[in-house]
């Protein structure tokens, strides 16, 4: 059925905020010397003139949708987690940790899903201090998470800078702090298409997304997690176990992100180096907060959000606009939405209060 | 480690606290009122960039420390309208205002301060004040700054001062910050006291920033406060929003900033990544409830629904 769209429609304020800032970014292009023509010539070349770009922009979409689905998952239970990047750090340590030791000759499909599994948990894992300190002593999750964010990045490079760990081995001064390659067996397959770096992590991300949205609308675990969002004490004499539904929450928010950080190393280039996680953790937050619960949100605005990062690479090379214009376009966007909020609730109410 | 080494480590320590401390202390103000700020990153970028913009173009580093604060409270505004006022998701506000201001000012640096003019900006002197900045080890730390330097010092002791939590403006932070309803009842402009402790916050950070940009580094690069304002942030929780421990904690991490360089040439071999995730480890056992000690206000990040 479809929706009846009014001035106070989500859909309604979204498109509006797009508009909004693609203005500011044309704006932007103008001062520095780029006509609109150029602009739009310049991004639809960067996002859908190359196989290799659709590609990529596939690739990124695939991270954004991981982090996103967790985050929801964990929002439905009335927690926040900000906590994706470093739980997505994890992931990829655990990852590189599997992938480099892996012996040739493993199986493709064993190693890959050896290699995903263990990032998944190291992000559970690491979702789990939160979750431990939210449960047991009351402490804010989003406090807790936005601290581990920055621990897991300076783990990132602890492991690549430290030879006992993830070091490559030193051979020379110039040997780069980073991980060796992960084994072959540990590559995430490509979709297969021509010049096309598309690997299955959109597929996996997908199914993953689909699934997310199902287990929250017509499951029993959904029900119990939106039962301990909308009120701890309701769904306890219920006969909710709430503790145990929020830790878990939590925990399977990790293990997304978690997913999404294997998928980043097992992914060409193979390593693990400082730097690798590149804010997807962060965004994939942001794409969670905007979705506002919704699965086909969140799969519609990582796909927006993975195809802006490739088209402002090329924006820079091809027209010549600063890259950091894309950075600026997507915040307006956001602060717009965001901004809106209270105009759209009004209209639909929903469980909008966060609390602490 | 010998005299040098040390006063060395100290000097560099406080540079790095001096900013950390005066964004942490105004953030400390505006988390007290129930507004997370994690755009502090954001404002101090702000206010770096737009300083080194009025010094270059006036020619004079008074102006463009006075223009990176006038920017730091125009980008406060901003956050101020849509945290308080439209009530939009503190945490997504914050990183998207950081993203946003790390896009403009790299933007703004290409377009405005190209070909080296963010280098060689007229900048402030160091001041040395005579016999003090004499004395072993502290001396050169605590009495070789630059008047920006001093002038952050001074604006830091006046924010513990006044909002400290026996004044009549502290607890009048503090009541909005943890029962945002019973202070509106009892006649508090619970909106109004918030947007101030933004405005704080962004004044301190504008603040930071300049003293960041005119006084220690001496021109701008594309972000170059890399985390310093999240730091603050962190700052702020592991002080456990009190003014002694937010000073304690600032002064730490600035030590630890300096250990990282320090370590190496005193052949000691800790990891410096481990000294990088040092303050947020601190940060998280402070807040965890294993030591006592005061507890995040109750309405931080929870919008209020009122007219002022």
Not at chain 1, 308 to 318: P, T, Y
């Amino acid at each position: 059925m479809m929706p009846r769209l009014h001035a106070r429609h989500p859909l309604v304020v979204a498109l509006a905020a797009m508009v909004i800032a693609a203005l500011v970014g044309f704006a932007l292009a103008a001062a520095a010397g780029a006509g609109p023509a150029d602009v739009i010539d310049a991004l639809i070349e960067g996002t859908l003139g190359s196989p290799f770009a659709i590609g990529t922009s596939l690739n990124n979409a695939a991270l954004l949708m991981l982090v996103a689905a967790g985050f929801t998952i964990a929002y439905r239970a009335g927690l926040v987690n900000v906590g994706g990047e470093g739980q997505l750090c994890l992931g990829g340590i655990a990852a590189t940790a599997v992938g480099v030791s892996m012996p040739d000759g493993v199986p493709m499909p064993i190693g890959v899903l050896t290699t995903l599994t263990a990032a998944a948990l190291a992000g559970a894992g690491w979702a789990a201090i939160a979750a431990w300190l939210r449960v047991k002593r009351g402490t804010s999750e989003i406090i807790t998470t936005l601290l581990l964010n920055f621990v897991g990045l300076a783990l990132v490079v602890l492991m690549v800078q430290e030879p006992s760990l993830l070091r490559q081995p030193v051979t020379s001064s110039e040997t780069l702090p980073q991980s060796e390659p992960l084994a072959t067996s540990a590559h995430l397959p490509l979709l297969g298409l021509a010049k096309n770096p598309a690997t299955i992590a959109i597929v996996l991300a997908v199914i993953l997304v689909a699934a997310v949205g199902i287990m929250l609308r017509h499951s029993a675990a959904g029900l119990r997690l939106s039962a301990v969002g909308l009120s701890g004490g309701a769904a306890a004499r219920l006969g909710v176990q709430v503790d145990r539904t929020a830790f878990l929450g939590l925990t399977t928010a990790g293990a997304f992100s978690g997913l999404a950080g294997g998928c980043l190393v097992t992914t060409a280039p193979f390593i693990l180096a400082d730097g690798f996680s590149s804010g997807f953790g962060f965004a994939g937050l942001v794409v969670g907060l905007l979705a506002r619960g919704s699965m086909t949100a969140v799969a519609a605005v990582s796909l927006l959000f993975g195809f802006l990062v490739s088209g402002g690479i090329n924006l820079q090379l091809a027209a010549g606009v600063p890259s950091s214009t894309i950075t600026v376009v997507q915040s307006v966007l956001i602060i717009l939405i965001a901004g809106a909020a209270w105009w759209t609730t009004s209209a639909a109410p929903s469980a909008q209060k966060v609390s602490v | 480690m010998n005299i040098t080494m040390l006063t060395e480590i100290i000097s560099s320590g406080v540079a790095f606290a001096i900013p950390l401390l005066l964004a942490a202390g105004g953030e400390s103000i505006s988390e007290r009122a129930g507004v997370l700020n994690l755009s502090m990153e954001g404002m101090m970028l702000t206010g770096a960039f737009a300083s080194v913009l009025g010094s270059v173009s006036t020619g004079s580093a008074v102006a463009g420390a006075i223009t990176g604060v006038l920017a730091g409270l125009l980008f406060g505004l901003g956050q101020a309208a849509l945290s308080v006022r439209f009530r939009a998701d503190q945490i997504v506000v914050g990183i998207a205002a950081n993203a946003l201001a790390l896009g403009l000012t790299t933007f703004g640096a290409r377009i405005l301060l190209g070909d080296g003019k963010g280098q060689n900006v007229p900048a402030f002197a160091d001041i040395r004040i005579p016999v003090l900045s004499e004395l072993p080890v502290i001396g050169p730390a605590l009495f070789g700054q630059t008047l920006l330097g001093y002038l952050c010092v001074a604006a830091i002791v006046a924010l513990a001062v006044v909002f400290s939590s026996h004044t009549m403006a502290g607890i009048r932070i503090d009541a909005v910050g943890e029962d945002a309803t019973s202070a509106g009842w009892t006649g508090l402009a619970v909106n109004r006291t918030r947007v101030l402790g933004v405005l704080i916050a962004s004044g301190a950070g504008g603040l930071a920033g300049a003293q960041l940009a005119l006084s220690e580094v001496r021109s701008f690069s594309e972000n170059m406060t890399a985390g310093m304002g999240y730091l603050a942030v962190v700052a702020v929780i592991a002080g456990r929003w009190t003014i002694s421990g937010i000073l304690w904690a600032a002064l730490f991490f600035g030590v630890a900033r300096a250990m990282q360089f320090a370590l190496p040439a005193l052949g000691v071999d800790i990891p410096y990544a481990v000294l990088v995730m040092l303050p947020y480890l601190i940060a998280l056992i402070a807040i965890s409830g294993f030591v006592g000690g005061r507890k995040a206000p109750s309405c931080l990040t929870v919008p209020y629904v009122g007219r002022v």
